[in-house]
């Protein structure tokens, strides 16, 4: 089997793989790909409506929230909320914890009124910036990044934030671990990392936050996706339906509070094979901001880095190469990585450094 952290486009559980497999050429005994059905008839639709109920089911979603499929990935988002979602007279706020939630302020910046009120920059965006913001009347919504994949940093507690409106990119965390959706205005995702294929973006929008205005195009109103349960035009297909697949695979794993579970367990094993190794990994994220889904760490030369991939690979270990940005490795754990990849990582770890540690 492969033993694979590539920080996307999408890791899948491989019991969703065979499924998929099984389906390709004859749906539910139809003769066709679901993609091959109108998503307008009933067999897609069903499938539709179960991905969003699970979607509901799984995060335990309240009926004040609309759950809405869309497309654009959340790049798209970084400029559809502050399009929507900023009124005249009123800010935006952002707080910046990495180049995802840097991204995210710049697009609100060039639509509307926004100002970041807190940023970990300094420490480059090693530490996650101490959260004492206090609400404002003139706020239109505060942003956070829930966890931030390039510098592995993710903040612990996602009920610890409150804002009347407050809005989360969890692009890279959703599902993996239990919050109160109540405590938020606006959740959206990119499926790419934990639930499903690239090409869908998971949206979770408290009703009262789905305003019609003239000033926004249909296309990109959260209000007219809502009104056709994201049916408005041609959606994802087959990103939905292999959605769909990845939820009822985290259903039968027992929810995701056995997803916090194993992720915990999984980046302790990695996490461990650093602090042991007094300094010759070295942890990019502080120990109070690290995240359990992006691990990143560095060793002490270029040298010493690059011999580090030639033999991981050669042990079968792929896809650890850090982001341009920060260098050195990061460990992808997504849900769908197996505890197995992570230890066996764990273990080629100690021995690289038995063999080049002084
Ligand atoms: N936000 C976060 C936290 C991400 O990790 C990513 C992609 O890795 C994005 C946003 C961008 O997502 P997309 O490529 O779907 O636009």
Not at 83 to 101: E, Q, V
Not at 136 to 163: K, V
Not at 313 to 323: F, Q, T, W
């Given at each position: 089997?492969?033993?694979?952290?590539?920080?996307?486009?999408?890791?899948?559980?491989?019991?969703?793989?065979?499924?998929?497999?099984?389906?390709?050429?004859?749906?539910?005994?139809?003769?066709?790909?679901?993609?091959?059905?109108?998503?307008?008839?009933?067999?897609?639709?069903?499938?539709?409506?179960?991905?969003?109920?699970?979607?509901?089911?799984?995060?335990?979603?309240?009926?004040?929230?609309?759950?809405?499929?869309?497309?654009?990935?959340?790049?798209?988002?970084?400029?559809?909320?502050?399009?929507?979602?900023?009124?005249?007279?009123?800010?935006?706020?952002?707080?910046?914890?990495?180049?995802?939630?840097?991204?995210?302020?710049?697009?609100?910046?060039?639509?509307?009124?926004?100002?970041?009120?807190?940023?970990?920059?300094?420490?480059?965006?090693?530490?996650?910036?101490?959260?004492?913001?206090?609400?404002?009347?003139?706020?239109?919504?505060?942003?956070?990044?829930?966890?931030?994949?390039?510098?592995?940093?993710?903040?612990?507690?996602?009920?610890?934030?409150?804002?009347?409106?407050?809005?989360?990119?969890?692009?890279?965390?959703?599902?993996?671990?239990?919050?109160?959706?109540?405590?938020?205005?606006?959740?959206?995702?990119?499926?790419?990392?934990?639930?499903?294929?690239?090409?869908?973006?998971?949206?979770?929008?408290?009703?009262?936050?789905?305003?019609?205005?003239?000033?926004?195009?249909?296309?990109?109103?959260?209000?007219?996706?809502?009104?056709?349960?994201?049916?408005?035009?041609?959606?994802?297909?087959?990103?939905?339906?292999?959605?769909?697949?990845?939820?009822?695979?985290?259903?039968?794993?027992?929810?995701?509070?056995?997803?916090?579970?194993?992720?915990?367990?999984?980046?302790?094993?990695?996490?461990?094979?650093?602090?042991?190794s007094?300094d010759f990994y070295n942890?990019?994220?502080?120990?109070?901001?690290?995240?359990?889904?992006?691990?990143?760490f560095t060793l002490g030369s270029k040298e010493l880095e690059q011999q580090f991939i030639k033999e991981s690979?050669?042990?079968?270990?792929?896809?650890l190469?850090?982001?341009?940005?920060?260098g050195g490795f990061?460990?992808?754990?997504?849900?769908?990585?197996?505890?197995?990849?992570?230890?066996?990582?764990?273990?080629?770890m100690?021995?690289f450094q038995?063999k080049y540690g002084k």
């Amino acid at each position: 089997t492969r033993i694979y952290f590539q920080a996307g486009p999408t890791t899948l559980p491989k019991e969703v793989m065979q499924q998929a497999k099984e389906e390709w050429d004859d749906f539910q005994g139809t003769g066709l790909n679901i993609m091959e059905h109108s998503h307008r008839g009933k067999d897609y639709e069903d499938i539709h409506e179960q991905a969003k109920n699970r979607m509901r089911s799984l995060l335990d979603i309240p009926d004040t929230h609309d759950v809405l499929f869309l497309q654009g990935g959340a790049s798209l988002q970084f400029a559809m909320i502050p399009m929507n979602l900023i009124p005249d007279g009123k800010t935006a706020k952002y707080i910046l914890t990495g180049s995802w939630s840097e991204k995210a302020y710049q697009e609100a910046q060039r639509i509307g009124s926004s100002e970041a009120v807190i940023s970990g920059k300094d420490s480059a965006y090693r530490t996650l910036p101490v959260m004492d913001y206090v609400p404002s009347e003139n706020d239109a919504y505060l942003h956070i990044t829930s966890n931030n994949t390039i510098y592995g940093t993710q903040w612990p507690d996602l009920n610890a934030f409150s804002h009347p409106t407050l809005i989360a990119d969890m692009s890279s965390d959703i599902m993996s671990r239990p919050f109160s959706v109540d405590k938020y205005g606006l959740i959206y995702a990119g499926a790419q990392k934990n639930l499903g294929p690239s090409g869908v973006t998971a949206v979770i929008i408290r009703k009262d936050l789905l305003q019609e205005s003239n000033a926004v195009p249909s296309i990109l109103s959260y209000s007219v996706h809502a009104k056709n349960k994201s049916l408005y035009n041609t959606p994802p297909v087959y990103s939905i339906y292999l959605l769909n697949l990845v939820l009822d695979w985290v259903e039968r794993s027992g929810g995701v509070n056995e997803m916090e579970v194993r992720n915990q367990k999984k980046a302790k094993v990695i996490y461990d094979a650093i602090d042991q190794s007094h300094d010759f990994y070295n942890g990019y994220a502080t120990p109070d901001s690290r995240s359990n889904m992006n691990v990143t760490f560095t060793l002490g030369s270029k040298e010493l880095e690059q011999q580090f991939i030639k033999e991981s690979e050669e042990n079968g270990i792929y896809g650890l190469k850090g982001h341009r940005s920060v260098g050195g490795f990061r460990a992808s754990i997504y849900n769908a990585v197996p505890q197995e990849s992570c230890d066996s990582l764990a273990t080629f770890m100690v021995q690289f450094q038995e063999k080049y540690g002084k």
